[in-house]
């Protein structure tokens, strides 16, 4: 049972694979185009250069691969605690509504966030303990209040590296969603080249037995057997023709939106029916 239960969703994926990755891109084109007027808008509020975000990437790739070791219960410990307390915090928080479509998920994600607000609390009343100057003000690092800066995050020139790790979270959010563009877009080619192979393939066996039954050379099979194969291969390559037929016409309409060069091909002639017969013709006749 649970094999044919398998089965029967390997084919439905495989039937609807054109259907899903067209949704998919579509999804995928609109959500990039949203973060990137997005981070227009972040760019133009805070008055940021193309020179200047590619430094705060730098900045934050060279903080992030160097490798930091602090005593146990240490001032520099606990901030570095509190800051990736607080940025995982901020990213569960942004991602609540927009990851999670079922109120299962998201009751989940505010359970760990509850944990999270806790030992954030815990951490910033341990961090007060040990210093006398520049305390963090608790209710509103724990609930985090928007604009909120931790007393050490603020730079000479006025930035904070909370900013530049935005900046940096931002620019690889946009990257990765035009690489799944470009990975979706290498996808459905491939499944076209795939369909028309198995259509070619299908189409030569076929005709190699209709030549058969022609000449009544029928090999090893019997007459009837070979009409029966006959039967089979009709079916199977009008059912992966109108596959074909169907993923050519979903992906031409992302091509045309996106001016995407899909290498589709151009729908199968219809071959000469004289010399078999159509499983609808088939049915008719039955």
């Not at 942004?94 to 815990?122: C, F, G, I, V």
């Not at 931790?150 to 931002?170: A, C, I, M, Y």
């Not at 005709?207 to 029966?228: C, P, V, Y």
Request: glycine content about 4%; hydrophobic content about 35%; aromatic content about 6%.
């Amino acid at each position: 049972m649970l094999t044919q239960q398998a089965m029967g969703w390997n084919r439905r994926k495989r039937d609807n694979l054109h259907q899903v990755l067209a949704h998919r891109y579509v999804k995928i084109t609109e959500r990039a185009k949203v973060e990137a007027a997005s981070f227009s808008d972040f760019k133009k509020e805070h008055n940021l250069d193309q020179e200047t975000i590619q430094q705060w990437v730098y900045d934050v790739r060279q903080w992030a691969v160097t490798e930091r070791v602090y005593a146990p219960g240490c001032t520099e410990g606990l901030r570095v605690d509190i800051e990736n307390i607080t940025v995982s915090l901020l990213r569960k928080k942004q991602d609540l509504y927009r990851q999670h479509d079922s109120n299962q998920a998201r009751q989940r994600k505010r359970k760990r966030m509850r944990e999270l607000k806790k030992k954030l609390r815990e951490k910033v009343v341990q961090y007060n303990t040990g210093v006398q100057e520049e305390q963090i003000d608790e209710e509103l690092a724990c609930s985090l209040t928007e604009g909120y800066i931790l007393p050490w995050e603020r730079h000479e020139h006025g930035n904070t590296f909370r900013l530049k790790r935005s900046v940096f979270d931002q620019v690889m959010l946009v990257k990765r969603l035009e690489e799944e563009q470009s990975i979706l877009v290498k996808e459905m080619s491939q499944h076209i080249m795939f369909l028309l192979k198995e259509v070619q393939e299908v189409e030569a066996l076929r005709g190699q037995t209709l030549e058969g039954i022609k000449t009544s050379n029928f090999g090893d099979l019997t007459e009837d057997a070979a009409h029966g194969l006959k039967s089979v291969l009709s079916r199977r390559w009008h059912f992966l023709k109108s596959q074909h037929k169907q993923a050519v016409h979903a992906y031409s309409g992302v091509a045309a939106m996106e001016c995407h060069d899909l290498h589709l091909q151009p729908d199968i002639e219809e071959s000469d029916d004289n010399d078999y017969t159509s499983p609808e013709s088939e049915e008719e006749d039955l």
